[in-house]
């Protein structure tokens, strides 16, 4: 199985500020990487796929970088509402779709 | 717009048995591969399973293989999730998420709400 970590566990944050999240996997997964915001009590969704692309109707201040092994993605201005657990994904294996451990952003 | 709403959920005795169901609204239900992830209190996202868009390609993860099995019926837009043999490891939400194809390349890009599963005594 591919594993994923992410860096750091968890990070605090001011509104404005640019925070970066980094995602490895333990071999090379091409592009296959997808990330994801969750905030408490609600289902997990879908920022970026394929490594740098933006999912419709996600704000242009989400970006995603990398591939291979290292991937990070990139809140350019944090907002309010911004505030939550971001998820890494691998998709280059059918199976398992591994998940890292998850960033929390607070404040 | 496309739901997905997951029922079922509830509190279970361990080594018993539960059977999920996740309800797909606002989209063409055949043409897509559904998944169930899970996530434990306080925990991160596990991927549980996957079933192709014609039902003819099934995986899990380890440490559900051989307990649950994942179903669906295009007719009625919905996709099952049948638990046995339940195990206090077992507790979590379960979400249902889509994605195209079983390689899920471009992602879930839709998921239901949740439902928790609770095992206890």
């Known amino acids: 199985d591919i594993q994923m970590t992410q860096s750091p566990s968890s990070l605090s944050a001011s509104v404005g500020d640019r925070v970066t999240i980094t995602c490895r996997a333990s071999?090379?997964?091409?592009?296959?990487l997808n990330w994801y915001q969750q905030k408490p009590g609600k289902a997990p969704k879908l920022l970026i796929y394929?490594?740098?692309n933006l999912q419709s109707g996600v704000p242009s201040r989400f970006s995603g970088s990398g591939s291979g092994t290292d991937f990070t993605l990139t809140i350019g201005s944090l907002q309010p509402e911004d505030f939550a657990t971001y998820y890494c994904?691998?998709?280059?294996?059918?199976?398992?779709?591994?998940f890292g451990p998850g960033t929390r952003v607070d404040v | 717009q496309v739901h997905l709403v997951e029922s079922g959920g509830g509190v279970v005795q361990p080594g018993r048995s539960l059977r999920l169901s996740c309800e797909a609204s606002?989209?063409?239900?055949?043409?897509?591969?559904m998944h169930w992830v899970r996530q434990a209190p306080g925990k991160g996202l596990e991927w549980v399973t996957v079933?192709?868009?014609?039902?003819?390609?099934?995986y899990y993860g380890d440490s559900v293989k051989g307990r649950f099995t994942i179903s669906r019926d295009n007719s009625k837009d919905s996709v099952y999730l049948q638990m046995n043999d339940l195990t206090s490891e077992d507790t979590a939400v379960y979400y249902c998420?889509?994605?195209?194809?079983?390689?899920?390349?471009?992602?879930?890009?839709?998921w239901g709400q949740g439902t928790l599963v609770t095992v206890s005594s």
């Open positions: 079933i192709s868009n014609d039902g003819s390609i099934l």
């Open positions: 394929k490594a740098s």
């Open positions: 606002g989209f063409i239900f055949s043409s897509y591969a």
């Open positions: 071999r090379s997964i091409n592009i296959y």
């Open positions: 994904q691998q998709s280059y294996i059918n199976t398992p779709f591994t």
């Open positions: 998420a889509r994605s195209e194809g079983v390689a899920a390349g471009i992602g879930f890009d839709y």
